[in-house]
């Protein structure tokens, strides 16, 4: 079964404007950063990277900790479908 984008969840919506307003950033700093349960994190960046909009990187620094970034190809094809989802689950994006 194939995972489409229309299957996002909400979280998954706000973890991806996270990273990519964060850049890099380990699961645990995205939960305590921005007050999300880290199981929630988890969850929505397993789906995330599904759809190939996020990518998992080691953190050399500490191997215990990757760090995910955002597909900025991939997002900007799918850019108006992510727009649509967030309108309909009334998500703004939080630009710096």
Same mark, same amino acid.
């Given at each position: 079964?194939n995972f489409?984008?229309?299957?996002l #969840?909400?979280?998954?919506?706000v =973890?991806?404007?996270? =990273?990519?307003? @964060?850049?890099?950033?380990? #699961?645990?700093?995205?939960s305590?950063?921005?007050?999300?349960?880290?199981?929630?994190?988890?969850?929505?960046?397993?789906?995330?990277?599904?759809?190939?909009?996020?990518f998992?990187? #080691?953190?050399?620094?500490?191997?215990?900790k #990757?760090?995910?970034?955002?597909?900025n @190809?991939?997002?900007? @094809?799918?850019? @108006? =479908?992510?727009?649509?989802?967030?309108?309909?689950?009334?998500?703004?994006?939080r630009?710096?």
């Amino acid at each position: 079964m194939n995972f489409l984008i229309s299957d996002l #969840p909400k979280s998954a919506l706000v =973890v991806l404007d996270h =990273v990519t307003a @964060e850049g890099p950033i380990a #699961p645990r700093e995205i939960s305590n950063k921005f007050n999300v349960p880290l199981r929630t994190v988890s969850f929505a960046l397993k789906k995330l990277m599904k759809l190939n909009l996020l990518f998992k990187t #080691p953190n050399l620094m500490d191997m215990r900790k #990757p760090q995910y970034r955002t597909n900025n @190809e991939r997002v900007r @094809e799918l850019h @108006e =479908v992510i727009d649509l989802l967030r309108a309909q689950m009334n998500i703004q994006f939080r630009a710096i």
